[in-house]
């Protein structure tokens, strides 16, 4: 029992001294570190001749944490930082000091955009999850490629009232479809395949009011529809 005794006060000793020479170690670690951290709210890097080349800022005129850089004439040339919710952006400029290329991210969606942020410009990123590309003049995104819930590609052209003037996508059944829509956005023709029926389809609008079609067999015909979109009459080619 003395040497069981005399075993646990040895192990509770060098348990006690592995302890201190840690918290020694640790402590002259904190210490030699401390003489090599800076803190500041910002940083000014310059270059051989003096001038200003970077600037890392804990907040930016921009309001965001970054690090900037500048070229030899002092023109702003880009940014890696986050923002005050801690979202990353990226941005290149040109001479000019133009935005060419910027990155943002929020949430699970992520924008890239390619050329001047005000005029012409390419958006390539996600939405919702979904991808995105479209071509923009820095106020309306007349061209829109995207995908469906279901995968299916889709391609939209906006008229300069910022509705959908013409719209293309294959289905989930792989069966394409062509929409055109008049100046208030209302669909006014569709063209399509349903089956391995080909279909035109004038509308008023609102409802169909002529429709034109191929059936699989090779049967035509053009049925005509009211003002409620109620069947009038239909003509086939197998009529005599």
Known sequence: MKRQGWLIGMMLMASMAGGALSNLWLTARLGAQSAEVVTASQVNIVDANGRLRVVMAGEDERGLASLAFYGPDGEFR?????????????????????????????????????????????????????????????????????????????????????????????????????????????????IGTIEDSTLINLSDGTRPRLVLGVADNGRASVAFYDEEGMLEREVSSDEQ
């Open 78 to 190: 880009g940014v890696v930082g986050a923002d005050d919710d801690g979202n990353p952006v990226l941005q290149f400029n040109n001479r000019a000091g133009v935005s060419r290329l910027s990155v943002t991210v929020r949430d699970d969606d992520g924008l890239v955009t390619v050329g001047d942020g005000d005029a012409g410009r390419v958006l390539i990123g996600s939405l919702s999850g979904s991808p995105i590309v479209g071509l923009s003049d820095g106020e309306r995104t007349p061209l829109l490629l995207t995908l469906g819930q279901q995968g299916q590609p889709q391609v939209r052209l906006l008229n300069g009232a910022g509705e959908l003037g013409l719209g293309l996508v294959v289905g989930a059944d792989d069966a394409p479809f062509l929409s055109l829509f008049d100046g208030t956005g209302a669909q006014r023709l569709a």
